[in-house]
T-cell receptor, first 109, second 118 residues
Framework: AQSVTQLGSHVSVSEGALVLLRCNYSSSVPPYLFWYVQYPNQGLQLLLKYTTGATLVKGINGFEAEFKKSETSFHLTKPSAHMSDAAEYFC???????FGKGTRLHILP | EAEVAQSPRYKITEKSQAVAFWCDPI?????LYWYRQILGQGPELLVQ????????DSQLPKDRFSAERLKGVDSTLKIQPAELGDSAMYLC????????????????FGPGTRLTVL
């Protein structure tokens, strides 16, 4: 069975700096991988997903993630952080039923 | 753009009272999920429906929680009686998937109902 691990429950970056949120998976089969974002007091929203095809996936709000099979990773990046990116980010498991605790992104002015 | 609707957005109740939450998924979505999210944690699946049938309710505390989706469209989640530990955000999501445990389809979430039990 596939599982995913998010590294870091809290990440702080300065406004304008690179955002890197880490997600590693373990699976014996090609994975389907997702990143969701949750802004305060709101539901979750899909940022991007990888199913098949191109390993670099572009999502909304300038985010992208690259599926690296050799590293079993699906890290989320954004070149330049904006204050509005402050939120909780989730990289759920294959069946999307287990979200884990997520990573809270703090943006420093 | 179509959205998942939930009501109420906020609910305050006293312990031992009954509460109910309503969810209207995006039109045509076969699968509906109810999640509970305790502050500081990720969503935890309570129940999953495909059309009007329950696919997974293994994490639903059935002594006090019940869920239904009678006509395979909107859904109601009920807690009776409410306990202090039930204070949380209750999220509803829907997706197109007709396969149980479908893996590739996007889930669309509603804004949630924040429950406070006093």
């Amino acid at each position: 069975a596939q599982s995913v691990t998010q590294l870091g429950s809290h990440v702080s970056v300065s406004e304008g700096a690179l955002v890197l949120l880490r997600c590693n998976y373990s699976s014996s089969v090609p994975p389907y991988l997702f990143w969701y974002v949750q802004y305060p007091n709101q539901g979750l929203q899909l940022l991007l997903k990888y199913t098949t095809g191109a390993t670099l996936v572009k999502g909304i709000n300038g985010f992208e993630a690259e599926f690296k099979k050799s590293e079993t990773s699906f890290h989320l990046t954004k070149p330049s952080a904006h204050m509005s990116d402050a939120a909780e980010y989730f990289c759920p498991s294959k069946n999307k039923i287990i979200f884990g605790k997520g990573t809270r992104l703090h943006i420093l002015p | 753009e179509a959205e998942v609707a939930q009501s109420p957005r906020y609910k305050i109740t006293e312990k031992s009272q009954a509460v109910a939450f309503w969810c209207d998924p995006i039109s045509g979505h076969a699968t509906l999920y109810w999640y509970r999210q305790i502050l500081g944690q990720g969503p935890e699946l309570l129940v999953q429906f495909q059309d009007e049938s329950v696919v997974d309710d293994s994490q639903l505390p059935k002594d006090r929680f019940s869920a239904e989706r009678l006509k395979g469209v909107d859904s109601t989640l009920k807690i009776q009686p409410a306990e202090l530990g039930d204070s949380a955000m209750y999220l509803c999501a829907s997706s197109w998937e007709r396969l149980a445990g479908g893996d590739t389809d996007t889930q669309y979430f509603g804004p949630g109902t924040r429950l406070t039990v006093l």
